[in-house]
Each structure stands twice: as C-alpha cells, then as structure tokens.
C-alpha cells in the first residue's frame, strides 16, 4: 500500500469512526426513550439498565452504519476537494477512480461485517432483550404497572392503580382498568377494584392479576342510534375477579418497540429460510384444505333436499325441455328451494370470508420473515450503495466539515430510509413483493450513485447537460411557430 492510499484511508477511518460513535450514541439514546417508561421510577439496579441498554443497541447499527459511511464519505472527499488535495492528486496522475480503489476496499470490508452482524449478532441481541425484559416482569410483574398513572397493556387496556407495597410491589390499593373487546370496538369495559395481587409463574408466559372488592361496567351496544343516545350498560359487583396478563403485550408496549417482539427478528438466514418453508408448506394446505371443504358446501343444497325428501320432484313426462330449472319445479316446492339455497350462499360467503381473513393473516406472516430475510442481505449493500454515493458527491461539492456535507447526507438518507419504511409496509400487505419492499430505497438511489459516481470520475459536476432533448423539441415548436405566422401573412396579403 502506497503512502497516499495508507493517507486516504486513514483520514477516512478517522472520520468514519468519529461519526459512527456521535450517530450510534444519538439513536440508542433516542431508541431507548421508546422505553423510558419501562424504566423510571422501577427501582431496577444499574447493572439491569446496563444490561438493557446493551441488548438493544445492536438493532441500531444496521441503521447507524449506512448514515456514518455516507457522511463520513461526503466529509473526507469534500475536504480533500475543498483543499485543492485531489487536484494535487490528479496533477500527480492519480485519478479519483484511483483514489477510490483502497476505500472501496475498506467498504466492502465494512459491508461484510454489517451482514455478519445483522445475522447473527442481532438476532442473539434481540433474543436476550426480549428475554430480560419478561425476566423482569416476572421477577418484579408490578415494574410493567406504574403507580398513579395510567399504563397501557397491548392495544385494548390500560390499568391505573393509586398506590403498590409488598417486597416486590405485588398489593395493588385503587385499581381501575378500561378494557375493550378490540382494537375498533365500540364497546368499553371498566372495572373498579379497592385491593388487588399481582403473580407471576416462571414457567408460564401470563401475570395473573386477583381484583378483590369490585365493580365491573360494561357498554351495551345498540344498533338503533335511540338506544345509543341514552348510553346503556350493565353493572355488576364481585368479591374476587381474575385478569390474565401476556407478557408478549407487555414485551410490545410500545408501537415502535413492538417491532422487536417479532420472531423474524431473532432468527438468523438459515432459520428464517427453514421457517418461511414451514409456513408456506401450511399455508399451501390450507389453500388446498378450504378449496375441498368449499367443495363440500357447494353440495350442501343437494344434499338438504336429500334429507328432506324434497328432491323428489315428480316431473311429468311429456314436459317439454327447458334450460330453466325452476320450470320443472312444482310452485309449491319452490320456496323451500329458495329458502334453501338463499341460506346456502350466506353461509358460503361467510366461510369465504373468514377463509380469505385467515389466508391473508397467514400471508402477510411469511412476507414478514421475507421481509426479515432480505433486510439482512440489504444491510450488506447499502453500506456499498451509501459510499459510492458519498465518495463522488464529496468531490463534487468540495465542501468538508459539518455543514453542506450533513445537509446532503441527512436529506439522502431520509430518502432512504422513508422508501424502505414504505416499501416494507407494502410488503408486509402483500402489496409488493418483499424483495422489491425492502430493497425500495436501494432501487431508488442505485441510480443517482451511478450517475453522481459517473460524472465525478469524468469531472463533470453536477451539472447535467439537456440540450439535446430540448434543442429538438425547441426546433420543432418553432417551425410549428413559423408555418403559423407564414399561413397567417399568406391568408393577410390575400386579402
């Protein structure tokens, strides 16, 4: 190695590595935060909080590495621009695709271990972090109820009590808890209680939650908005009611954390390759399951005239054929027949409907660990993508430092980022498919980082050059133009 490429890529190391410990301190604190009710006022000791911490913060270096390669990119390039050092260079006969040749290295390098990390590392992080979590819970389960507010359990509950004691802070005093059939439901549940216990099984995945000295509201739904106006419910009292609490939803508080819990997350290529064939040979059985049971009920008719009787028909034998089946049917066996059948396609279209709910449900799962599969191969390419986009952008703006570099840089990664969010969300619908959704924002900038890579190795700026595509249409729209003003010169002489 030469002493300008040993130059090159030690001005960059240190500029990458002081950018990815700012970024990687910036979003764990601000990840972390998601949790933060998770851990104030818990009386947890420091070397849980450490232990949290350090579980979670491997899920953001997938994230933290692409945006410190990128910046740190545009930064050394765009100081060695600004300070007339590449122009040194290339007096010297050394091209930017030269200068280019150790970094790339160094990228790739960096690439494979971001890969090596997000399949294996993360997974294990995750693992363990989930795993902490429901340890807590377990230990301590009055640590997922804070004293005098409200806490939310899952996406239908939420749980308030004024005051906890015990060793563990397992006696409740003035409980009151709002639950709802679902997440859309109209219809709210609240319960009162003075006193309640909290318990945990380690063996079990559930707190189980004992309300002693209660009163227990329910909404009553009506469809008639007269009803509705008046709000009725229904009132009841008891000495002893017990709740079942999952610690998945407690795992899950959060909209954002909630993404952790998923198992896709915690399984490594291997794993993920072994489920989603798991899942797709079920899902493929189903399919063929609800077509023979479809096929079943289209019998259902003939097979209720049978039972009844009613197919029967005594049909004349003189009469005329008809493509009309009902003509042949005697008047008075026809409304059983309609009945019948009337009940059939209710019933069809019902099971149609929950067979389509259940195989979209079961879809949507496999595309989430396509999804998981594909995010660890991306990780791998946007940090090359991210680098020949930042390298030759450097050169061309010739600016170091912190300032145009990190507005370029912030401005390309939210378009980055924002395409993958959506892509993947698309995904997860089975909109697109999962390679396309996660690989949306890498599509979307390939292009750009041939462009900017082409025109700065050929020292070409920014500025792209459209003339000849306007030059033809301006051509044409003037003859267009003059054939008018010579028709209308023509038409004014005659005259």
């Known amino acids: 190695m030469k002493i300008i490429d040993k130059y090159l890529l030690k001005s960059f190391l240190i500029t990458f590595t002081t950018v990815f410990v700012i970024l990687f301190f910036i979003f764990v604190l601000q990840s972390i935060w998601l949790f933060i009710a998770e851990l104030a006022g818990k009386d947890l000791d420091f070397v849980t909080i450490f232990k949290f911490i350090f579980y979670y913060s491997p899920i953001m270096v997938p994230l933290v590495l692409p945006l410190s390669i990128l910046l740190a990119s545009i930064m050394t390039f765009g100081s060695f621009a600004e300070n007339y050092e590449f122009a040194a260079m290339k007096s010297g006969g050394i091209s930017l695709r030269r200068a280019m040749k150790f970094l790339i290295i160094c990228t790739v390098v ?22 902490l979590r429901k340890n807590i819970l377990q230990t301590k389960p ?49 319960i009162k209680a003075k006193r309640g216990v909290l318990k945990s099984d380690e063996t079990t995945n559930l707190l189980q939650l004992d309300l002693i000295d209660g009163n227990y509201y329910e909404d009553i739904y009506s469809q008639k908005m007269e009803e509705r106006e008046k709000l009725p419910f229904a009132k009841s009292s008891f000495k002893k009611y017990t709740i079942n609490i999952d610690l998945a939803k407690l795992n899950g508080a959060s909209e954002e954390g909630g993404e952790i819990i998923n198992a896709y997350n915690m399984l490594n290529m291997s794993e993920l390759k072994y489920t989603i064939d798991s899942l797709q040979l079920n899902y493929n059985k189903d ?11 289209s019998q259902s008719l003939t097979n209720v005239l049978e039972h009844t009787g009613e197919n029967n028909l005594v049909v004349p034998i003189k009469t005329e054929q008809s493509n009309d089946l009902l003509k042949i049917i005697p008047n008075e066996k026809k409304s059983i027949i309609f009945d019948v059948a009337k009940s059939n396609i209710s019933n069809t279209i019902f099971t149609l409907d929950g067979y389509s709910t259940d195989l979209e449900m079961k879809k949507n799962n496999i595309n989430d660990y396509w ?17 020949f ?10 600016k170091g430092g912190l300032g145009l570099p990190i507005v370029f840089a912030v401005l390309i990664f939210i378009i980055f980022n924002f395409a993958n969010t959506f892509g993947k969300k698309l995904a997860g619908q089975d909109a697109l498919h999962p390679f396309i959704g996660v690989a949306a924002g890498a599509l979307i900038l390939t292009p750009f980082a041939i462009l900017v890579t082409y025109r700065a190795t050929n020292d070409m700026g920014l500025t792209i050059d459209l003339d000849w595509l306007i030059n033809p249409i301006k051509n044409i729209f003037n003859k267009l133009t003059n054939d008018k003003l010579q028709s209308t010169n023509t038409q004014t002489n005659e005259q």
Not at 110 to 131: D, G, K, M
Not at 172 to 181: A, C, P, S, V, W
Not at 371 to 387: E, P, R
């Open 287 to 297: 399919v063929i399951s609800y077509s023979e049971n479809l096929d079943k009920t």
């Open 110 to 131: 960096f690439s494979a271990i971001a890969f090596l990390f997000a399949n294996n590392i993360i997974p294990e992080a995750q693992y363990r972090f989930v795993n």
């Open 389 to 398: 986009i930042g390298a030759p952008l450097g050169a061309i703006i010739r």
């Open 142 to 190: 009055a640590m997922a109820i804070g004293e005098g507010q409200f806490n939310k359990i899952g996406a239908t509950t939420t749980i308030k009590v004024d005051k906890k004691s015990g060793d563990n802070g397992e006696f409740l005093e003035g409980i009151t808890m709002h639950m709802k059939k679902g997440e859309f439901s109209p219809i709210t549940t609240v």
């Open 371 to 387: 999804i998981g599969y594909y995010d660890k191969i991306l990780v791998a390419y946007s940090c090359l993508l991210m680098f």
